[in-house]
């Protein structure tokens, strides 16, 4: 099979990650990289002079009959208009998270690679790690009993963004790992959060996350912190599970520890809560890159026609999340409702 030509529009911190995947694919060649940055295409004329065009004008790979997917991976304001440009000139698109700055911007592009038939997929990273493919195996096995909440926490000093808040730049993360994990889309949301550093750009939050059956996640998410924490704890009724984003050698722990009830012997009808505890132990994690994974399901989708993974709708899902947050932070942490529109959970199984 032909191997699929892909532009990519942005080559700042993330764009040389995703470039340097798709390279590495044995179906794909990157033929294009676009970015109005002059220093930033030195650095990938460097890199892949010869091999590579490089430009500033990225409808040069718009309008390339060979590039049959584009890549973008710019500021998310400027996710929707070029989402959308590449998508009306008939190309697959990757676009990274969070898809869009509104829930009005995702639904026209989802419904317009639709109308288009393309690929339409948004790079939400975590649901092609390994780790997070672990999680999952264990809530749906049935390992951890039933899900009563999940905590996570993603912090460091830094790097600090102006573009976008703590909310849309850290805690989508969490909203698609969520999202993924559980199978479903949270009916609520209520989120704080501080600009310290920058007026209006909330540099930490703290997220509430209402799901369907009483199961409750909470993110805090910050780039004002002195440690660097990307940790996510899922308690269940059965057992318990860790999974820190930072060890390497043991990303998930599982704790065979539990609460159980015990009738009191001496009042009829009354139950005392005591804590039970096992051993601790670390499953077989695979050592795969994430983000090859998800390039790969990119072009493997692009030469099938199948929908991949971190399909366009489930990024429409995280912005409706991130949308429903942000109006809860203008109010101070009021709870907001989240609809979903029929048919829009995560598919189950
Ligand atoms: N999946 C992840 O873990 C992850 C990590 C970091 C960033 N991201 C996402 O990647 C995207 C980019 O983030 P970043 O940190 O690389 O930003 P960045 O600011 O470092 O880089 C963006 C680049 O896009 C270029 N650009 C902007 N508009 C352009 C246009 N119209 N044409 C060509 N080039 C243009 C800029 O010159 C810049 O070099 C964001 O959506 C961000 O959320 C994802």
């Known amino acids: 099979m032909d191997k699929v030509n892909i532009g990519v529009i942005g080559f700042g ?3 040389p990650n995703l470039v340097r995947n798709f390279a590495s694919l044995p179906n794909a060649r990157v033929r294009y990289i676009a970015d109005l940055s002059e220093s930033r295409r030195r650095h990938a004329e460097g890199l892949y002079a010869g091999a590579v065009e490089v430009t500033p004008d ?5 309008d390339a009959p060979d590039v049959a997917a584009v890549c973008i991976a710019t500021p998310v304001r400027t996710h929707f208009g070029l989402g959308k440009e590449a998508l009306e000139a008939g190309k697959h698109v990757f676009v990274e998270k969070p898809l869009t700055a509104s829930v009005a911007e995702a639904e ?13 997929m948004v790079g939400h990273v975590f649901e092609y790690n390994p780790a ?3 999680l999952k195996e264990l809530i749906h096995g049935g390992e951890l009993g039933r899900v009563l909440y999940v905590a996570a926490a993603r912090l ?12 849309w730049d850290l805690a989508s993360h969490d909203v698609s790992i969520l999202n993924y994990l559980l199978w479903r889309a949270p009916e609520g949301v209520s989120a704080t959060g501080a600009c310290q550093l920058t007026p209006g750009i909330e540099d930490v939050v703290f997220v509430s996350l209402f799901y369907p059956d009483g199961v409750m996640a909470h993110c805090h998410a910050s780039w004002l912190d002195p440690c660097k924490v990307r940790r996510i704890t899922i308690v269940g009724d059965k057992k318990m ?52 994974i998800e390039c790969a399901d990119f072009v493997g ?26 109006k809860s932070l203008r109010q101070q ?17």
């Open 13 to 15: 911190y993330w764009g």
């Open 58 to 62: 990225y409808r040069r790979l718009l």
């Open 108 to 120: 026209e592009l989802v419904a317009l690679a639709e109308a288009k038939g393309r690929v339409f």
């Open 132 to 134: 997070v493919n672990k």
């Open 156 to 167: 460091n000093l830094g790097p600090f963004r102006d573009d976008v808040n703590a909310l």
């Open 241 to 292: 599970a860790v999974y820190d984003d930072l060890s390497t050698a043991e990303p998930v722990k599982i704790y065979d520890r539990r609460f159980a009830r015990q009738p009191y012997l001496d009042t009829f009808g009354e139950f005392r809560l005591f804590c039970a505890s096992g051993d601790i132990f670390s499953p077989r994690v695979d050592a795969a890159e994430p983000l090859k």
């Open 301 to 326: 989708a692009v030469q099938s026609g199948r929908k991949p993974r971190s399909d366009g709708a489930s990024g429409l899902r995280v912005v409706r999340v991130l949308e429903a947050a942000e």
């Open 333 to 349: 942490g009021a709870r907001v409702v989240i609809e979903p529109p029929a048919g829009s959970q995560p598919a189950g199984g």
